[in-house]
């Protein structure tokens, strides 16, 4: 059963950091792209970051660009989203998503998904 389970989310205020966790189970992890995304209140949900497992290429969307870094660790089919200099608009539900195409993921046009984890950041 392919399962992504997110976790790490919380209070924080803003300026301070967080840092999430997807676990992957039920895949080949090291042939798929990982990517972040959020969702907030009454808006669209949006990407974040990217990584591929297979040749460790990373994207950043502007909006989180110098504050998060994604990194991967095989060893324990483990994808994490360090969050650094939160600010209030990064308050959202955190989603993983998981799929071979790094494209398909940065795009968004994915099937796998995690149930996701609330990251709140307060002013």
């Known amino acids: 059963e392919v399962q992504l389970v997110e976790s790490g989310g919380g209070l924080v205020q803003a300026g301070g950091s967080l840092r999430l966790s997807c676990a992957a189970s039920g895949f080949t992890f090291d042939d798929y792209a990982i990517g972040w995304f959020r969702q907030a209140p009454g808006k669209e949900r949006e990407g974040v970051s990217y990584?591929?497992?297979?040749?460790?290429?990373?994207y950043y969307e502007d909006s989180v660009k110098g504050r998060f870094t994604i990194s991967s660790d095989s060893a324990k089919n483990t994808v994490y989203l360090q969050m650094n200099s939160l600010k209030p608009e990064d308050t959202a539900v955190y989603y993983c998503a998981a799929d071979p195409d790094f494209r398909a993921i940065v795009a968004g046009m994915v099937e796998m998904w995690g149930l996701g984890t609330l990251v709140t950041v307060s002013s």
């Open positions: 990584i591929s497992n297979s040749d460790g290429s990373t």
